[in-house]
């Protein structure tokens, strides 16, 4: 399912292809986020525009709203939010310890209280498979705990344990799922088997945890690698800890990952986050930060951060960044932009998350040229320092 | 300016063609409005797809924010906005008497505090002239009073005698600022004059007021054609007043206005207001409502208005409206745009605004279309009927 088709000569950055069963994915890459089943403020048409080959959607929130009775109804969530390409599905781990209440972990799952109604839910390895199944996701996560930083070891080791069950648990029930679709299908379709067992299988990816511990990490990697899955994701990044944890913990993990699957990090991150985890050898990346903070009127560019709202902005007729093709700077000023921010209009959110979101794309395919082309680590040095010219021209 | 194309057979139809400085424009017309300079979460982009030929701005809030001395600096209101195609703009009399406080009407000019952060502004003929000066309006609006429904006689009366005062004000000082950006632009080009006196000059429009008393409104366009404008507006329709009583007074108000001259009916309406006003002979509208009530999930079709929050539409995989064209009804089910904005989602109010001035242009292409084939009559007459059929069936 993972092709690694290059290896950057002096880094461990690599380039690939992730075949699923809407299409094939090059990596590295970046998923915009679509929580609800929307990448918040952005049409379809604008992702393609962007050159977006997948994106993300998250378990939890979905099967609380609209629910799976609806998204089997019409026919699963890629019809439902009418994308047509590749989708990864979050388990729904994150949320469920992040927004909502009355929770209790117990052996078999999770019981919390929905972060919309109150209303009570019981989550299980398997349920959580049968939610992404429902979904018709390309990509599904194993339930997790993602633990938060910092943490106290025995809690970490402990809360590692239990992943690691319920990982076992998902991959064994996500096989089971896969063998009674086959052999409902083989009923009316004799070349069903080899196909649902092919290319059109929705990929299980399991979730590393073991929070700065490097030796939980690696048992985490042994226990997950054992059981087989089809990519890996390191969870537990950017939970707050300090940046070079972030990247020590990023590159350890990734150096003890089979070379021949995906590696995944999950909500990373800021540009230079996914630049110098590249060179540890990722993969995918996700992250809500080039729509959220679009919205609170922060653009990214090759220079560096810009905030809109600043009075700086007042009378520049400068797009947000001379150097981009995206439909906000071929057609509007960071004047207007800042107009638009001032005065509360929507239209202001839109354009620089689209800016956001294409700045993000472009990036993350200078960055395969480069690795293509052997030249990576200057690619990400050259990155860096220009990135943070603004910053350091306002010291 | 304005050049009369056809008459329909069987009513006061009309077609015709207005040219201004940024382009010609069809009409009868409807003009999404972006009051404050964006057509509230749409994109240029999407106008154009939309066919829209002209927007409305409004100068009350552009003048509070950003203010002139930003527009004068960026090159225009076209500029700051990046849109090409033509522009009207309101004088801002309209928000001066319904969203500021403190307002003191004077002889000179009106008085008042800002809505936004109450700062003291006062506004005569001559300055909204001015402003719509620097914002490069294609079409100016006069300073008048829009007087609400009910409104006792003497009170109209006396608030009829000041717009006429203002409006012939504002005539004058259009022709002077004309004939001193041709004195200026003479020194440096001598074919300045000729130019600035055509084609290339703003239109000025005059507003005729009146409430609903006829005799009142006969006045208004007998002193406002006796001053001479480029068109003549109708304002004070729909400001509380039952329907019956809009249409009998744009009726009466359109058949004293001179035939050679274009009529705006300021801000109707919903579809039947505006097809039964094309009726009476109006070539121009503007109106919230389809980007308004498209926020609130209220999308107008051909066979009336949907609220596509109802739980009725929770599985229904239609679009908006099966004879529909827009990008929203291509892409997206009724399910969906329920589902976002069940989950306060941007994109859904995106999604249905867009729709619906797809559907308010789309409605008026027909409509000129009717008129040149001499079967307006016909084409009111099905489209009321159709557009009240679920209505029906509801009752």
């Known amino acids: 399912m993972f092709q690694l088709i290059h290896k950057d000569k002096f880094s461990k950055a690599r380039l690939g292809r992730l075949k699923t069963a809407h299409g094939e994915v090059k990596t590295p890459v970046f998923m915009p ?3 609800q089943g929307s990448v918040k403020a952005i049409a379809n048409k604008e992702l393609l525009d962007c050159n977006v080959e997948i994106i993300l959607a998250n378990a939890y929130h979905l099967y609380l709203r609209p629910g799976l009775e609806v998204i089997r109804q019409v026919g699963g969530l890629h019809k439902f939010m009418g994308w047509a390409g590749p989708m990864l ?6 949320q469920v310890f992040s927004l909502a209440s009355l929770r209790k972990v117990r052996e078999d799952g999770v019981e919390f209280s929905s972060h919309i109604d109150g209303s009570k839910h019981f989550l299980t390895p398997e349920k959580v498979i049968e939610i992404q199944n429902e979904l018709g996701s390309d990509i599904m996560m194993t339930l997790d705990e993602c633990v938060h930083y910092p943490a106290a070891r025995d809690y970490v080791e402990q809360s590692l344990e239990l992943t690691t069950k319920w990982a076992r648990r998902s991959k064994k029930y996500f096989n089971e799922s896969r063998l009674s679709a086959v052999a409902n299908r ?8 080899a196909e649902i067992m092919s290319d059109e299988r929705p990929l299980l990816f399991g979730i590393v945890q073991g929070s700065t511990y490097l030796d939980l990490r690696k048992r985490a990697v042994e226990d997950l690698v054992s059981i087989g899955f089809d990519g890996y994701a390191i969870g537990g990044l950017s939970v707050g800890e300090p940046q070079n944890l972030i990247f020590e913990v990023a590159d350890y993990t990734a150096s003890l990952l089979p070379e021949e699957k995906a590696r995944y990090a999950m909500g990373l991150g800021t540009p230079p986050d996914m630049i110098e985890t590249i060179a540890c050898g990722i993969d995918m990346f996700d992250c809500v930060v080039p729509t959220r903070n679009g919205r609170n009127g ?17 009378i520049d007729t400068r797009p947000i960044d001379e150097a981009c093709g995206c439909y906000t700077c071929r057609t509007h000023t960071r004047a207007y932009i800042r107009h638009l921010f001032n005065t509360e209009e929507l239209l202001g959110l839109r354009l620089v998350s689209l800016h956001n979101i294409h700045f ?21 040095e050259e990155f860096i320092k220009n990135y943070n010219k603004w910053k350091e021209l306002k010291k």
Chains 1, 2 share one sequence.
């Open 360 to 380: 993000y794309v472009k990036l993350i395919e200078l960055a395969r040229k480069a690795i293509l082309e052997d030249r990576f680590m200057k690619f990400k």
């Open 89 to 94: 599905t979050d388990s729904g781990g994150y």
């Open 33 to 35: 986020v679509g929580t």
């Open 186 to 193: 083989a009923q009316i379709d004799s070349t069903a088997k």
């Open 298 to 314: 922060q653009a990214f560019t090759w220079l560096g951060e810009l905030q809109l709202r600043n009075a700086d902005y007042k």
